[in-house]
């Protein structure tokens, strides 16, 4: 950044720095971090040292914490993703109950709140990117069931839970709206369409290149 002569560097950082949270905490940056795993980890330290290092050649440095982000070009390994293709193949993917609380982010929103944060965020501070709005697991996996496959039969409660799983995971975004304007606009619905008709698109013919799927 600084050879760029960039005068604000973005970081992309992960829910994963805060460790589990008890129910119903929504994440922010008033909450103190305590990773639980070496992405994590690495995580809060590569905001840490970046944010020594933009201090020293003064760039604003601003530090966001990801929670969960889903959309066309998405990896088959995500939850998301991994379900859209299960169903596609008339297979009945097997969860866990699903009564976790989750936050999913549309891939478009995310994009936005990147684009915000780097024009009008305050140095030196972490902000957590999510809708803002917890389901239950269960419903958004409905969800994508309906835009995939409405008749395709789902198998709640056949995965166990794994230990240290985390049951809530939500954004608080209320400083990220105070400072950028930051707004949600997809809804999970209408996003998981548009997943759906990227991810048949993908199989039809072979091209994960997002812009050209329309």
């Known amino acids: 950044a600084h050879k760029l002569n960039c005068s604000v560097?973005?970081?992309a950082g992960s829910q994963a720095e805060f460790g589990r949270v008890p129910d119903g905490v929504k994440?922010?940056?008033?909450?103190?971090e305590n990773?639980?795993?070496?992405y994590g980890?690495?995580?809060?330290?590569?905001?840490?040292?970046?944010?020594?290092?933009?201090?020293?050649?003064?760039i604003r440095h601003i530090w966001t914490r990801i929670l969960s982000v889903y959309g066309p070009g998405d990896k088959d390994r995500t939850m998301v993703m991994s379900g859209i293709c299960s169903i596609l193949r008339g297979e009945s993917p097997k969860y866990t109950k699903g009564e976790q609380m989750?936050?999913?982010l549309y891939c478009d929103d995310a994009a936005e709140a990147f684009y915000l944060a780097a024009e009008k965020g305050k140095d030196g501070k972490v902000y957590c990117v999510g809708?803002?709005?917890?389901?239950?697991?269960?419903?958004?996996?409905t969800d994508i069931r309906?835009?995939?496959?409405?008749?395709?039969?789902?198998?709640?409660?056949?995965?166990?839970?794994?230990?240290?799983?985390?049951?809530?995971?939500?954004?608080?975004?209320?400083?990220?709206?105070e400072d950028t304007g930051f707004q949600p606009a997809t809804d999970f619905k209408k996003g998981i369409r548009?997943?759906?008709?990227?991810?048949?698109?993908?199989?039809?013919?072979?091209?994960?290149?997002?812009?050209?799927?329309?």
């Open 9 to 11: 560097f973005l970081g």
């Open 27 to 32: 994440l922010s940056s008033k909450l103190k």
């Open 35 to 38: 990773p639980e795993t070496g």
């Open 41 to 58: 980890i690495a995580k809060l330290c590569a905001g840490q040292m970046s944010r020594a290092v933009c201090r020293e050649y003064g």
């Open 102 to 104: 989750w936050d999913y």
């Open 131 to 141: 809708s803002g709005q917890p389901r239950m697991l269960k419903e958004f996996i």
């Open 146 to 177: 309906d835009a995939a496959n409405p008749d395709q039969e789902l198998r709640f409660g056949e995965v166990p839970y794994y230990d240290k799983q985390v049951m809530y995971l939500c954004a608080d975004i209320e400083e990220l709206q």
């Open 194 to 214: 548009e997943t759906v008709a990227w991810r048949k698109a993908v199989s039809q013919e072979g091209n994960y290149k997002y812009e050209n799927w329309k």
